[in-house]
């Protein structure tokens, strides 16, 4: 019993740790890929191929003045980047890196914890999440953080809804909430004729996963989708007053959220630890790497959304297409085709 | 288990001091944080229970709902009067103390009267194991027992979906042959836009539509700075 809780706490301390660590190193790796985009180098100076440049954005973002505004929420000031950077990490607690593994007779679960509720949980994350953007924007006391806290939100409602909705195909397959029991119906192989194929789900739910894909980028505020930090419009937005490593917090929950997403993305969509060689956490490593540079790639490539195509999209398009997935999947399970 | 009743009584205690907030907060915004603050501790306490689903339910409607609240408060109520907002006339104040002490009642009347142990419902930990999970029960209650309830619950949603969209269409839509209203704009830098010429037209107009002058808007302001427009001062203290 105990044992169970103690391998729990250990494999969570080492996947936040992790995690943390990779955080530092997706800014390396954005800054480094969209200089490549752009067709320059990147980071050079700091270490081999400017490897320690996180370390140095991290000393000076530490070594910054941190500011209150004379006109701000003192307390909600202090605490917003707290919560968006706090709640970020936690949703990786669920996500399955491995099965279980026998390490020095003891049984050890290559997961924090495999809940029944997993995927709501993280839903349940990313609706907690928005606070921090929010109460950060509205206690600035600036029009522009306030304007782009009113953005995030009205963003947020409204990705959420595709974001949660997507995934109701996955559910009525699988038949679970469970990340564990997903990634366990996955990585059952179908056979047409001699063709042997994994039960990976984005084969069987293509529009559930670019549907997902799309919300997923939405609601982590990402290029194309990034309107409550448009510079351009808003100097900045809701973290226009923040400095130091209170903005930090802002930015570094942003990538984590970016990383568990695309761990996620990997583990509902592509299988996670299930490859065709042989099984483990590598796979799901690569499968996030991808979604990671095409998160990259995106904000090399797309030009910001203006506002109210952002919610005609969210609404006129992706609402209805999401709702013809879950009826098709559901009359497809009704009349027995993929059942388990 | 007294570990158990340790969280259960922490969780409780900052349960209940958050929802003191919710009703001393000078601010508004204060109150509704509290307020997530009190559900975000409800949820926790429902996991002890082993409600999980519960739980992420409440966490997700309830405290997604909050943060509407929150835009309420801040497009609703002037940014100034935020931080000592007090809602509400002396006869509305009595008038919420009163409702609130028959509620408090009707709380305090349903915990003497019947003790919360010993009425255990028909779902053991066992037969909620037996049905795959908690996610798995409650959709076997709801979908079995209580398909009417959330059938007509969808119907009313539905209504009230339809009911948002016919208010938000635009008056065209809605009377076929009514021309659209377009705002259309004319530069004043335009060499033909003063209208002092002989037989001058406003060029472009389609027939049906009114021009700013006839509706008769606003006045036109010529100011050299932002100070002389407003008399809020641009740095420093705003005025009340």
Redesign the interface.
Known sequence: MYEHLISSYIVGFIVLNVLLGLMAYMTWFERKVLARFQDRLGPTRTGPFGLLQPLADGVKLLSKEDIVPANA?R??FLVAPLVSFVLAPLGAAVIPFGRSITLFGYNVNLYVTD???AV??I??LG??G??GI??GG?ASGNRYS?LGA?RS?AQV?SY?VVLGLSLVGVFILSGS??LLQIVNEQSQSLSFGGLQVPNWYILSQPLAFALFLVAAVAETNRSPFDLPEAETELIGGFHTEYSGFRFSFFFLAEYINMIVVSLLASTLFLGGIDGPIADGVWWLVIKALIFLFFYVWLRATLPRFRYDQLMGLAWKVLMPLVFLNIALTGLIRLFGIGAI | MSAQVLVFDILSVIAVLAALGVVLARNPVHSAVSLALTFVNLAAIYVILRAEFLAVVQIIVYTGAILVLVLFVIMLVHQEDLPEFHGGQPLQRIFGFLVGLALLGEVAAAILTRTAVGQSGPWTPQQVAAAGGNVQAVGQVLYSGYVLPIQATAIVLLVATIGALVLARPDAAILPGVIQRQVLTISLGHPRGDGEEEGYEVPMLPSGTTTKEEAGERELVMVKTGDEFTDQPAWGDRKR
Request: proline letters at 0%; charged letters at 10%; aromatic letters at 12%.
């Open positions: 929420d307390l909600i809940i029944n509720i709501l949980y839903l349940a609706s907690m928005v606070y929010i109460l509205y306030l009113l939100a409602v959420e909430l469970s």
